[in-house]
T-cell receptor, first 110, second 113 residues
Framework: QQPVQSPQAVILREGEDAVINCSSS?????VHWYRQKHGEAPVFLMI?????EQKGHEKISASFNEKKQQSSLYLTASQLSYSGTYFC???????????FGSGTKLNVKP | NAGVTQTPKFRILKIGQSMTLQCTQD?????MYWYRQDPGMGLKLIYY???????DKGEVPNGYNVSRSTTEDFPLRLELAAPSQTSVYFC????????????FGPGTRLTVL
């Protein structure tokens, strides 16, 4: 079942922070985060697994709340290069199939 | 390493025509995926494969067929193209399912008129 992402769009100024949420009504085994620039393929950011730790690198990090089946992506001190559409992808427990959310469009302005 | 390659990059089909979208990866990945992405939307899984000779349906398999005779190749076949199949098609691969990141190809932009 497709996860629900919020918000649908965010406009930031350089240096501001943002949080993107991804939730599912099903029990999840893994949550992926990808970023896609216009006209390009999605690029991997990070994976969170059930029972795993919060992940992060540089100023982008993510968490996975297993009780709520919700993941959040945190972007701090945003840069122009962060602009793009962010997708979460989820795999439900006991299923091999993988579903992407509808995306959150992030626009970072100078 | 070339990663995941897809051909063609662009294609225009007439209604009722058929075609095969090619996907090849040189990373020795077991898992391969086909997604479609409609304008302004997320990616929807069409088919996936967990290894040579093994394929399974995803969320939107109707109108498509796949085969996986080798680890490297995972072609997607469109039979009797319809305007609803106008989309960008992405092939992806991963080492061992969704515990590993998916590497995406550059995509094929298909228009059916």
């Amino acid at each position: 079942q497709q996860p629900v992402q919020s918000p649908q769009a965010v406009i930031l100024r350089e240096g501001e922070d943002a949080v993107i949420n991804c939730s599912s009504s099903k029990a999840l085994y893994s949550v992926h985060w990808y970023r896609q620039k216009h006209g390009e393929a999605p690029v991997f950011l990070m994976i969170l697994l059930k029972g795993g730790e919060q992940k992060g690198h540089e100023k982008i990090s993510a968490s996975f709340n297993e009780k709520k089946q919700q993941s959040s992506l945190y972007l701090t001190a945003s840069q122009l290069s962060y602009s793009g559409t962010y997708f979460c992808g989820t795999e439900e427990e006991n299923f091999n199939k993988f579903y992407f959310g509808s995306g959150t469009k992030l626009n970072v302005k100078p | 390493n070339a990663g995941v390659t897809q051909t063609p990059k662009f294609r225009i089909l007439k209604i009722g025509q058929s075609m095969t979208l090619q996907c090849t990866q040189d990373m020795n990945h077991n898992y391969m995926y086909w997604y479609r992405q409609d304008p302004g939307m997320g990616l929807k899984l069409i088919y996936y494969s967990v290894g040579a000779g093994i394929t399974d349906k995803g969320e939107v398999p109707n109108g498509y067929n796949v085969s996986r005779s080798t680890t490297e190749d995972f072609p997607l076949r469109l039979e009797l193209a319809a305007p609803s199949q106008t989309s960008v098609y992405f092939c992806a691969s991963s080492y061992a399912g969704t515990i590993n990141e998916q590497f995406f190809g550059p995509g094929t932009r298909l228009t059916v008129l």
